[in-house]
């Protein structure tokens, strides 16, 4: 590839100069025709070889830990256009919508089957009092984290928790630990979750929900080292014995099933203030008494480069694209680095690690405001997506749940809103792709996934998994990162007997292609048809391309 890359100029150059004796340029093309074909024999040029072959075995046989469909969750934050034009319209707006959600991202939501939604933050869970957002009349207060904007907060508890349920997600609440206090936290949660007829149980109902409110999922305050109070992590660990303690689930029906299940802070990234962190959580957690209890550790890791993130969601080339993926396959070695502490003093996999904000951080849309984290969604995001969901599927012992930020409006948006417009981020389609994934079964497979050189960089060519669902069906996703090469994929399938597959592929015409509300159809997933022969299955990878297949036995 090296020498691809370091002739092709000089090439162009022979052949455009313009005063030269035609007999010269005649050998001078033939010279460079026959050193072309010289590296083609050799294998060193590849732009004009035929596509390279990729062989992987899967045996279904070896079936692995199940990949929790709560990896697959998202994250709501109020925060620029994210939850306010995002989610939440009102009852009163043009804009078709149900008790103010508005339909047309209800509808996309319910099509990519979303586990649970992270809500309401992030920094802003830290500065959120929860009776803010209930009654008739609703406090308006500022988001000093995120443009110092008016919060109206016309978007509470009742709203959320209707969207939840527009959209048939579980609720992942993180409780203020920064500026609340073990009582507030303590409070909301009975107002959710008791069935007794306390005081704040019938304001519930006087509000409009008279049954108790399932929690799946309960934060304990976010990213507490830094914008959640620069707690040390034993200052921290003595918030969590208390929150944990009093923060308490009292919905009948989850009390032994559908337990709420706690996640403390987790770190931040990989060096040594992170890593004391989880050892400093987990040595606790270990020597834990009856009175206080995690069931996750949450990390946080973006894609991002320098910061402030400086990396252009838009109009970027082939190097700003295997620099950013090269940065994303990072989160592989985090998650080993934090999983081996964890295993120290969890040897069981009790504890989850849950990466519960994570995807690509670049800087903010020129003319748009700083604070709101607007970025364009591209292909590019979606390889990321879905190398990192692979990582999560890898890792799927230990990592249990993981939320890409954000869900609409801001970071790595699934969804992207001007008002009554919308349109489905390259993103969204990788999550829809893998909806086949959730509580599914990994399948290990074996495979030399080659490399895709560029420049300095030096990437996998390929990127796989495998899943076998409820229905024992085989599921294979694969990725081809090379931009500029298709790949010939020959599978070789033991444990079952294939007799057809199908699936899609999603690519687009260029790296940092998008889909626009103009042209919503840039970068959306086709049909594939795959052929499956003797136990083989055989399919080509456009370049640049996410591709999911099932295998019928
Ligand atoms: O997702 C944006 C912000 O990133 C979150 O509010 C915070 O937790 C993180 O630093």
């Known amino acids: 590839m090296f020498f691809a890359y370091t002739l092709r100029p000089s090439l162009g150059r022979e052949f455009v100069r313009p005063c030269m004796v035609l007999t010269h340029t005649a050998a001078a093309v033939f010279r460079a025709l026959l050193f072309i074909f010289i590296l083609i024999l050799a294998g060193t040029i590849a732009p004009f070889a035929a596509a390279q072959t990729i062989k992987l075995s899967v045996d279904m046989s070896k079936a692995g830990a199940k990949i929790d469909r709560n990896i697959f969750g998202q994250f709501a934050e109020h925060l620029g256009h994210g939850v306010y034009e995002g989610i939440w319209v009102g009852p009163d707006s043009t804009i078709p919508n149900t008790r103010g959600i508005r339909n047309d991202v209800v509808a996309a939501l319910k099509a990519i089957h979303v586990p649970n939604v992270r809500w309401p933050g992030g920094c802003f869970a830290d500065e959120y009092h929860w009776r803010n957002g209930i009654g008739s009349s609703r406090a308006v207060t500022l988001n000093p984290n995120w443009g110092g904007v008016i919060e109206p907060n016309s978007l509470g508890t009742h709203e959320f928790m209707d969207f939840l349920d527009q959209i048939g997600a579980q609720a992942y609440l993180s409780v203020n630990v920064g500026t609340g206090t073990p009582r507030e936290a303590a409070e909301w949660l009975e107002y959710l979750t008791t069935a007794q007829p306390t005081t704040l149980a019938k304001g519930r109902a006087a509000n409009g929900h008279a049954d108790p409110y399932k929690i799946g999922f309960l934060g304990i ?33 989850q009390q032994d099933k559908q337990r709420m299940l706690k996640i403390a802070v987790g770190p931040g990234g990989g060096e040594p203030r992170w890593t004391e962190w989880t050892e400093v959580i987990m040595k606790a957690y270990q020597h834990r008494s009856w009175s206080w209890d995690i069931d996750g550790l949450s990390m946080h890791s973006y894609t991002t480069g320098p910061w402030p993130p400086a990396f252009s969601s838009t109009n970027f080339g082939e190097t700003e694209y295997s620099q950013f993926l090269k940065l994303t396959l990072a989160m592989d070695d985090l998650v080993s680095k ?41 292909l590019r995001d979606a390889i990321l997506a879905a190398l990192n969901l692979n990582i999560f599927a890898r890792h799927a012992e230990r990592v ?50 080659g490399t895709y050189v560029h420049g300095d960089i030096t990437l996998p060519r390929v990127d796989a998994i495998a899943a076998k669902d409820a229905n024992g069906k085989l599921w294979l996703a694969i990725t081809n990162l090379d931009p500029n090469q298709s790949v010939e994929v020959e599978a070789s399938l033991a444990g079952i007997t294939a007799k057809s597959a199908s699936g899609e592929t999603l690519t687009g015409p260029k790296v940092d292609s998008i889909n626009s509300f103009e042209a919503p159809s840039t970068v959306v997933p086709k049909a594939i048809s795959p052929n499956v022969q003797g136990g083989k299955l055989t399919l080509k990878l456009e370049p640049k391309s996410v591709t999911v297949v099932s295998v019928e036995q």
């Not at 009093?246 to 029906?253: L, T």
């Not at 849950?354 to 405001?369: C, I, L, R, T």
């Not at 939320?403 to 990788?430: F, G, S």
């Open 338 to 378: 934090h999983s081996a502490i964890m295993d120290k003093y969890d040897p069981e996999k009790k504890v989850a690690l849950v990466v519960d904000e994570w995807g690509a951080w670049y800087a903010p849309v020129p003319g748009s405001n700083p604070g709101f984290l607007v970025q364009q969604n591209s």
């Open 221 to 253: 305050g976010n990213e507490s080292w830094d914008c959640g109070g620069n707690m040390t992590p034993d200052y921290y660990l003595n918030q969590l014995r208390i929150y944990s303690r009093f923060v308490r689930n009292f919905n009948p029906a």
């Open 400 to 449: 249990r749940m993981a939320n890409i930020a954000q869900m609409i409006n801001v970071l790595q948006a699934m969804i992207l809103t001007d008002k009554e417009k919308m349109v489905l981020t390259p993103t969204y389609y990788v999550f829809k792709l893998y909806a086949p994934f959730q509580d599914s079964t990994f399948v290990p497979i074996a495979l030399d996934p």
